[in-house]
């Protein structure tokens, strides 16, 4: 199993300059790979004979290095972990698994990561440990969780809130499998239900968060473009953006932890959220006010996280069942009739053919479930002129 943990650092003021210098030398490695394969791929290869890629561009990151001093002084290990990332995004750009990659900025993604055999963790006190670094020293972090396993990868990256270590270990032993599954309805009113009947909703601080959130907006809004009291506007509401995203994650981390040690299989919707939360700017027959609601649906649908929870169950529990989600809040996980009249409300379902009367949410959780143990389903609509089908194949993930 890998696991990662993440912690704020705390460096001194010398740490900090050198953070900002590995940052900016790994930056000017990655625009440099990527300029070389974008313009000069071609030139390379009529010269040399070879194809650019992370094999043949570390071989002229060592020549680089025996040339530039403040190249050299950055550990090579960072520099070729940049290289290796570039070969990714291009092997992930081939694959169609994403775009191809662009250029760096200063200041937006600053970031460096070191491997695991050159990284060491202590603990000093209850409070603070420390991670040793090649060419940094020992460097204090707020010792929050134990660290466990052996230790693989530290990437430091800057954050609206502060630089921080994201540690990734390798831990003996495979995931248990205590046999018992469950259903999971991912939602806007309710985040998480189970078919068991748990649920699981945001913490009101995501809320208040947002509150502030859109007044460090507005005092944006009304700064000066270019002046300095916008740039700290700026700063400081994407502070707030930062620690928004913080609390969502623990609490995601703290509901899929809690799922995944009480059931070893979990079965969910394919929800497809790139297209589910799309703008309905543009299209014809959505005039203002549809594409607000859909704005506000939206959000809603992008503040609880369903994709940083469907990755967190990939990897916490045992095995993942994803299931066609057709239909499966207009079934009645009772007699299997399909209605969108039973649907009364969001929390409300009351089927109109046995007259079941449960939690919408849950009812939709049992559906999941039952489509998650039966190869394929098929279910006849009662308000439909003909019947139709909802395939339910099952695929692991």
């Known amino acids: 199993m890998y696991r990662g943990y993440t912690f704020r650092l705390h460096p001194t003021a010398e740490q900090g300059v050198l953070f900002e210098q590995f940052a900016g030398v790994c930056r000017l490695v990655w625009n440099l790979a990527l300029e070389q394969r974008r313009e000069h791929w071609r030139r390379y290869q009529a010269s040399t004979g070879d194809n650019l890629n992370f094999v043949t561009q570390s071989r002229e990151l060592t020549k680089l290095r025996a040339e530039v001093d403040f190249v050299r002084a950055v550990p090579q290990a960072c520099e070729q972990r940049t290289l290796k990332n570039l070969e990714s995004a291009y092997q992930r750009a081939f694959k ?130 270019g002046s300095k009291r916008r740039a700290r506007a700026i700063k400081r509401a994407a502070a707030i953006k930062a620690k928004q995203a913080r609390v969502r994650k623990h609490w995601a981390h703290c509901a899929t932890t809690d799922i995944t040690r009480r059931y070893s299989t979990v079965v969910i919707e394919r929800l497809r959220t790139k297209s589910m939360t799309a703008s309905a700017r543009g299209t014809v027959d959505a005039p203002g006010r549809n594409v607000a609601a859909k704005t506000g649906l939206n959000r809603a649908i992008l503040n609880v996280g369903w994709g940083q929870i469907e990755t967190m169950l990939a990897y916490k529990a045992s095995r993942v069942i994803k299931i066609d989600p057709a239909y499966t809040s207009q079934t009645c996980s009772a007699c299997g009739v399909v209605d969108k009249l039973s649907r009364k409300n969001q929390a409300v379902f009351e089927c109109t053919g046995c007259g079941h009367s449960e939690n919408a949410d849950r009812n939709a959780a049992k559906n999941i479930f039952s489509r998650g143990n039966t190869s394929v389903l098929d279910v006849e609509g009662k308000q439909s002129s003909a019947p139709f089908e909802a395939s339910t194949i099952q695929v692991a993930a």
């Open 96 to 225: 169609g698994l994403g775009g191809y990659p662009d250029y760096k900025r200063k200041g937006v993604g600053d970031a460096f990561s070191f491997d695991g055999r050159d990284v060491a963790v202590e603990r000093i006190n209850r409070r603070w440990g420390r991670v040793k670094m090649p060419k940094i020293g020992w460097v204090k972090f707020r010792y929050s969780r134990q660290v466990a396993g052996r230790i693989t990868e530290a990437a430091i990256t800057m954050s609206p809130l502060g630089w921080q270590v994201s540690i990734g270990c390798a831990i003996d032993g495979d995931v248990p499998d205590n046999g018992l599954a469950v259903g999971i309805d991912r939602g806007v009113a309710v985040p998480l239900m189970l078919s068991d009947g748990t649920s699981y909703s945001l913490p009101s601080s995501i809320a208040d968060l947002e509150r502030r959130y859109r007044k460090a907006q507005r005092v944006i809004a009304r700064r000066k473009k």
